[in-house]
């Protein structure tokens, strides 16, 4: 009798450590692969800027870029065609310098793409064009989407396809059950340009939604060097 139990206590001590190993390897594993499917993704930005060092030389001309934004024409500006990795299209980056988010953008919300950048909602949106709309996961690493709800009225965002780069304004932060209409509205077009960008609250009870308004864009090659930076 006693050497069955000195094995049952073997037997739980073990399960125990393994609980316990498995329960602090995990998030390593999963902040590890985070950082390194952005890091992939990041790597067809490249194919993406082909063609952005031809346009030094007018960049030079016009001492460094422009200097205001500028009015967005509706309607006119198509996105550059998007780099298929073979998992999911590369459009181009999202950057919030206020908050440190800087993440590729793919196409479409479905296989693996919230945990490799910031994904369209709908396959086939258009960069400057309606509600463009970004989601991503929140990760208690600070990865992602973790730092949209430190997001402040006024914050810039940028968001590029390697032509132009479009700039929106912080217009509005909200915390909303995903379920409700108005957080599901707020994904719709309403016949405005805007930016929205969500992810799930730290419980994942509820949704973060950023919303911004389209202030202008600038030729990617000719932007001056504390934007062009960014990308």
């Known amino acids: 009798m006693k050497k069955i139990k000195n094995i ?15 329960l602090t390897i995990q998030p390593l594993l999963l902040s590890y692969k985070i950082e390194k499917n952005v890091e992939d993704s990041n790597d067809y930005l490249t194919v993406l800027k082909e063609g952005v060092n031809e346009k030094e030389e007018i960049r030079e001309e016009l001492q460094v870029g422009v200097t205001e934004l ?43 793409n919230l945990l490799k950048g910031a994904a369209t909602n709908k396959r086939y949106q258009t960069m400057g064009q309606g509600n463009y709309v970004l989601a991503s996961h929140y990760m208690e690493t600070g990865q992602l989407f973790s730092n949209l709800e430190s997001v402040k009225l006024g914050d810039k965002v940028y968001i590029t396809d390697y032509e132009n780069i479009y700039v929106y304004e912080i217009t509005e932060t909200t915390v909303k059950d995903p379920n409700e209409v108005e957080a599901k509205e707020k994904l719709n077009d309403t016949g405005e340009q805007l930016l929205t960008l969500y992810t799930c609250t730290e419980d994942g009870k509820m949704r973060t939604v950023v919303t911004g308004m389209l202030v ?8 001056k060097e504390d934007i062009a930076s960014y990308f």
């Open 8 to 22: 049952l206590y073997i037997i739980l001590f073990s399960l125990t450590l393994y609980i316990g190993i498995t």
């Open 70 to 112: 500028k009015e967005y024409p509706n309607g006119t500006i198509i996105n550059k065609t998007a780099v298929n990795n073979n998992e999911g299209s590369v459009f181009g980056k999202i950057v919030i310098p206020t908050v440190g988010i800087e993440l590729p953008i793919l196409e479409g919300i479905g296989g693996d």
């Open 216 to 223: 202008g864009y600038i030729e990617f090659s000719l932007a």
